[in-house]
């Protein structure tokens, strides 16, 4: 007996203290291992997505779409052979889910609004709001709360509806004289461009609420548009251009890392209608901002001065020039 415990603590002792703590370390983890693989799994239940067409890898459906325009339509011919009032369609990275119950979208869109309340992230969507700055265009967050309640409280509300109502009304008459002077000029009478006519209405509405002017530059004897919209740069039809091409599809929306290389043209015509857009607007809103920062204006005539007098409770601006040219 003592030679064997005499053996034991020659042994001990010639074993390192760290060599003995890994050794413990190992025992415990081998322990834990043991009891893990002995006890009884429980089944991962997730949910699963609706149906839909088998995907092809990174690219998923986008060859199918593409070669069976137009998109809806194709989408239309999926859902039915599937035989469901909903399905599930990946396009690149993303998850297109079409419905056509009426049942399921009001779940979508009453029930379940706050989970889809957000704005897709688009090419054109970032493009035309700066970074997204706007509230129509900004995903949900902090900055589309804070434009919300900015828009709710001094754009669209009855007192600011009513102030605009002479601005309105005004050009409503120009509108009448211009189809008046329109139908004149042709001897006996003649036929009238509606589609042309509404179009730069719609604009001339627009910059008259916004910066309390007609036109960007001057107008015809007949109150039409001068040639500086109409010729040189177009505003209205790049306005109606970047509604247009606002949700288009973009390949690189689906696919981000072909973004740059503009595969489809769809990325140029955007940045062509934004810089037309901003080449005018953008010299009203500095020569505006400069005008209030001297203090050589003081009254209230437009939206563009409400949205650059809007203060906070330290007597801060609320919006930066950005976000007031994009809004």
């Not at 039915?80 to 369609?89: N, S, V």
């Not at 901002?289 to 563009?304: A, F, G, I, Y």
């Not at 809007?310 to 950005?322: F, M, N, Q, R």
């Amino acid at each position: 007996m003592e030679a064997s415990a005499a053996a034991f603590s020659v042994l001990e002792s010639s074993l390192p203290t760290s060599t003995i703590f890994k050794a413990l370390v190992l025992v415990v983890v081998a322990m834990v291992c043991l009891v893990q693989t002995r006890r009884p799994k429980r089944k991962m239940r997730t949910a699963s997505l609706p149906p839909g067409p088998v995907p092809w890898p990174i690219v998923g459906n986008l060859p199918e779409m593409m070669l069976n325009k137009p998109a809806f339509r194709w989408i239309h011919l999926v859902m039915k052979e599937l035989g469901a009032d909903i399905a599930c369609i990946k396009l690149g990275n993303v998850h297109v889910i079409p419905i056509t119950c009426p049942a399921i979208a009001r779940e979508v869109l009453r029930k379940q609004d706050a989970c889809f309340a957000s704005r897709p992230l688009t090419f054109a969507s970032e493009t035309f709001s700066g970074g997204y700055r706007n509230a129509v265009l900004s995903p949900y967050g902090d900055q589309w709360r804070k434009m919300r309640r900015v828009l709710a409280s001094e754009i669209f509300c009855p007192s600011r509806h009513k102030w605009l109502h002479e601005k309105r009304a005004d050009e409503a008459n120009n509108l009448t004289r211009y189809v008046y002077n329109l139908a004149m000029a042709r001897p006996g009478g003649g036929a009238v461009d509606v589609r042309h006519v509404v179009r730069h209405y719609c604009g001339n509405v627009i910059r008259r609420l916004v910066f309390n002017r007609r036109y960007f530059g001057q107008p015809q004897p007949d109150g039409g548009p001068g040639p500086l919209e109409v010729v040189l740069v177009q505003h209205v039809d790049a306005v109606f251009a970047s509604l247009g091409l606002l949700y288009a599809f973009c390949v690189s929306d689906y696919l981000p890392w072909l973004q740059g290389l503009d595969l489809d043209g769809h990325e140029k015509m955007v940045k062509e209608a934004n810089n037309i857009v901003n080449g005018l607007h953008d010299k009203v809103i500095d020569e505006r901002w400069r005008q209030w920062k001297n203090r050589k204006r003081q009254e209230l005539e437009d939206l563009l001065n409400v949205l650059i007098t809007l203060k906070d409770a330290e007597g801060k601006p609320v919006l930066t020039i950005e976000e007031k040219s994009k809004n």
